[in-house]
């Protein structure tokens, strides 16, 4: 047995420092949400010490429902750390820009470790604001220097070059910048790889320790499969030890040229008038359009279908929005969904759009819905 140290997420160095004993096997690591006014967030359910093949306990976003926390070894902190220090082609210096208790913050800690180089950490109590991004890659010192961010972030700072003149140039410097978490805006991703900004797309979750597939293809030690449901399921080094392996995720999937696409969660799909439709694909479309900064759907009760949706968006400035022709791209379906444009969607901590919110909105609809 060992000690369980509790740290908030306002407080990472003290967190870097407690991770440094999780990689040495002295003691385990929970990072709580972050103190509020001074106050420590009530935590309940962890207990005084753990086993000794626990490292790091962490909690799924809970974008979906409620959170789990998995159990991730030292061993495994440092399998997926070193995976993927190989394939971004070595170690380097972190810019922390996400909260650390989430496995992709807590993730930047245990690589900064490995690498043995100091992280520059931002604020992530505060906004994300491309001028404070910038403010903190440009205390950046080594040669190599990485950032992981989840898609929200980035095309804040894709939408700032316009009036950001240094920018590009900082993005520019980055060896790589990891994007996951959520399906990645790839007209954002398309538009900074044109401009020379390495942008590595990162599929992964708490229960891999994060990212385990950069750009479709699975790091060293990573094995893919598709099951006969189409469900995608893993087998890493990095899986919690409180996990079955391989890890049975809840995502569909299928090999594009060699690589894995990702088309969404099994368990967000609608069936509307013996019709399915993944969400995440009304998600893509509405992001494909002129406009969009973001777009999340959610399932709805449907008097005539059984189900349908509400796809809840954010435009630009100055920017309009014409759902008419979705049908096109997404079938029937879309005739009976309806589109909702909000000042700002709501989100939880991790930067992840809350869709349980988002859902009681869109039951408040009512029979507007269809």
């Given at each position: 047995?060992?000690?369980?140290?509790?740290v908030?997420?306002?407080?990472?160095?003290?967190?870097?420092?407690?991770?440094?004993?999780?990689?040495?096997?002295?003691?385990a690591?929970?990072i709580?949400?972050?103190?509020?006014?001074?106050?420590?967030?009530?935590?309940?359910g962890?207990?005084a010490?753990?086993?000794?093949?626990?490292?790091?306990?962490?909690?799924?976003?809970?974008s979906?429902?409620?959170?789990?926390?998995?159990?991730?070894?030292?061993?495994?902190l440092?399998?997926?750390?070193?995976?993927?220090?190989?394939?971004?082609?070595?170690?380097?210096?972190?810019?922390?820009?996400?909260?650390i208790?989430?496995?992709?913050?807590?993730?930047?800690?245990?690589?900064?470790?490995?690498?043995?180089?100091?992280?520059?950490?931002?604020?992530?109590?505060?906004?994300?604001?491309?001028?404070?991004?910038?403010?903190?890659?440009?205390?950046?010192?080594?040669?190599?220097?990485?950032?992981?961010?989840?898609?929200?972030?980035?095309?804040?700072?894709?939408?700032?070059?316009?009036?950001?003149?240094?920018?590009?140039?900082?993005?520019?410097?980055?060896?790589a910048?990891?994007?996951?978490?959520?399906?990645?805006?790839?007209?954002?991703?398309?538009?900074?790889?044109?401009?020379?900004?390495?942008?590595?797309?990162?599929?992964?979750?708490?229960?891999?320790?994060?990212?385990?597939?950069?750009?479709?293809?699975?790091?060293?030690?990573?094995?893919?499969?598709?099951?006969?449901?189409?469900r995608?399921?893993?087998?890493?080094?990095?899986i919690?030890?409180?996990?079955?392996?391989?890890?049975?995720?809840s995502?569909?999937?299928?090999?594009?040229?060699?690589?894995?696409?990702?088309?969404?969660?099994?368990?967000?799909?609608?069936?509307?008038?013996?019709?399915?439709?993944?969400?995440?694909?009304?998600?893509?479309?509405?992001?494909?359009?002129?406009?969009?900064?973001?777009?999340?759907a959610?399932?709805?009760?449907?008097?005539?279908?059984?189900?349908?949706?509400?796809?809840?968006?954010?435009?630009?400035?100055?920017?309009?929005?014409?759902?008419?022709?979705?049908?096109?791209?997404?079938?029937?379906?879309?005739?009976?969904?309806?589109?909702?444009?909000?000042?700002?969607?709501?989100t939880?901590?991790?930067?992840?759009?809350?869709?349980?919110?988002?859902?009681?909105?869109?039951?408040?609809?009512?029979?507007?819905?269809?």
């Amino acid at each position: 047995m060992k000690p369980l140290r509790i740290v908030a997420a306002n407080d990472a160095v003290q967190a870097l420092l407690a991770m440094g004993n999780v990689l040495d096997g002295t003691e385990a690591l929970f990072i709580s949400p972050p103190e509020v006014n001074g106050l420590a967030p009530e935590v309940q359910g962890l207990p005084a010490e753990v086993e000794s093949h626990v490292g790091l306990i962490v909690e799924s976003s809970g974008s979906t429902g409620t959170p789990k926390r998995l159990e991730l070894s030292a061993k495994a902190l440092t399998a997926a750390a070193k995976m993927s220090a190989k394939r971004l082609g070595g170690t380097g210096q972190w810019l922390l820009a996400l909260p650390i208790n989430y496995v992709a913050g807590a993730m930047v800690l245990v690589r900064s470790l490995i690498a043995d180089t100091q992280p520059i950490i931002m604020n992530t109590s505060m906004p994300f604001t491309a001028e404070a991004f910038e403010r903190a890659a440009s205390l950046m010192t080594e040669g190599k220097r990485f950032t992981s961010l989840v898609p929200s972030q980035l095309d804040r700072l894709f939408e700032a070059l316009k009036t950001e003149p240094n920018l590009l140039a900082s993005l520019q410097r980055f060896d790589a910048i990891l994007v996951g978490g959520q399906k990645p805006n790839r007209t954002t991703i398309n538009a900074l790889r044109k401009q020379g900004v390495n942008i590595v797309t990162t599929y992964g979750m708490a229960e891999t320790a994060g990212g385990v597939v950069y750009n479709g293809e699975p790091l060293d030690g990573v094995e893919i499969s598709i099951l006969e449901d189409g469900r995608i399921a893993l087998d890493s080094p990095s899986i919690a030890s409180n996990v079955k392996r391989p890890y049975l995720t809840s995502d569909l999937g299928q090999f594009t040229d060699g690589k894995l696409y990702v088309k969404g969660r099994a368990d967000r799909v609608i069936n509307s008038g013996a019709h399915k439709l993944a969400l995440e694909a009304i998600e893509e479309w509405t992001m494909k359009q002129a406009g969009v900064t973001s777009a999340a759907a959610v399932s709805v009760p449907h008097p005539k279908f059984g189900e349908s949706f509400v796809c809840f968006l954010t435009l630009g400035e100055g920017a309009a929005f014409d759902s008419a022709k979705a049908h096109f791209a997404l079938g029937v379906v879309a005739k009976s969904g309806r589109w909702e444009i909000l000042e700002k969607l709501p989100t939880l901590s991790s930067g992840k759009p809350d869709l349980l919110d988002l859902t009681e909105l869109a039951n408040e609809l009512g029979g507007n819905v269809g």
